[in-house]
């Protein structure tokens, strides 16, 4: 009770605090209990994390962020589903662009009030990609959930008919994914500092990983080995030269 309370306090905030969020449109989920871990990465969401491969789940050093797509909308864009933890005394933020050094980047905040209990609220930001300013932009954003647990803010979120190709001609869900964080001060949201940005990433796509690994292929392996013979060969005609002299 004690918690569902925080939360609709927290939600109220978000509606009628004076210059935070009077052009989104968000929506609560009925259910607030929030249970990241990495189970599923590469096989029903695709997972950003620094460092590599950590597990949020009682792992607070660990900054982690998921995606998995829902329906596809055409022509408005595909929803967009996401998972974000990590440890901070004022917000993280995972952000959508097309290009990281150029244009504006969508951020979506999961942070923790200190003023009323390190209680968990939500906000949407855009980003100056040049001069890294925060300002207030129109976002459509559901089934919100999170929660504060000893500095570690985690929170779900759905963003419903994304659509890469109004700022770019590859996939409608190929983007650049950037995590964050930053300091709090009342409704001021501090400067965004980023911990990690990708490669542009298809999000639909659950397999596609962060980094590539370097792989041997049957036929370079085939190559070095016909390499080694050939020179054996020459090896025993040079001695049978000399020989036979």
């Not at 929170?155 to 964080?181: K, M, Q």
Request: with cysteine.
């Amino acid at each position: 009770m004690e918690r569902g309370l925080s939360l609709l306090i927290a939600a109220v905030m978000l509606f009628v605090a004076p210059g935070v969020q009077a052009a989104d449109n968000f929506s609560f989920a009925t259910n607030a209990t929030v249970n990241i871990t990495n189970t599923g990465c590469g096989k029903t969401k695709l997972c950003i994390q620094t460092p590599d491969n950590c597990d949020p789940a009682g792992n607070s050093s660990c900054f982690f962020a998921s995606v998995a797509a829902g329906n596809t909308t055409a022509p408005n864009g595909t929803e967009l589903m996401f998972q974000l933890s990590g440890n901070s005394t004022g917000y993280i933020a995972l952000g959508l662009t097309a290009n990281a050094t150029q244009g504006t980047t969508a951020l979506y905040i999961c942070a923790q009030n200190s003023s009323n209990n390190a209680s968990f609220f939500f906000a949407a930001r855009q980003r100056d990609n040049i001069n890294n300013t925060l300002s207030t932009f129109n976002a459509t954003v559901t089934k919100i959930r999170g929660q504060v647990v000893n500095g570690t803010i985690q929170c779900e979120f759905s963003v419903p008919n994304l659509n890469a190709t109004n700022t770019r001609s590859a996939d409608s869900t190929t983007y650049v994914v950037i995590l964050g964080s930053g300091t709090l001060n009342g409704n001021d949201f501090g400067t965004f500092t980023t911990s990690k940005t990708t490669d542009p990433l298809n999000l639909a796509n659950v397999a596609n990983p962060t980094t590539a690994s370097p792989t041997t292929t049957k036929n370079s392996a085939s190559g070095a080995l016909h390499s080694h013979a050939l020179t054996v060969l020459l090896t025993v005609l040079t001695l049978f030269i000399l020989k036979t002299a």
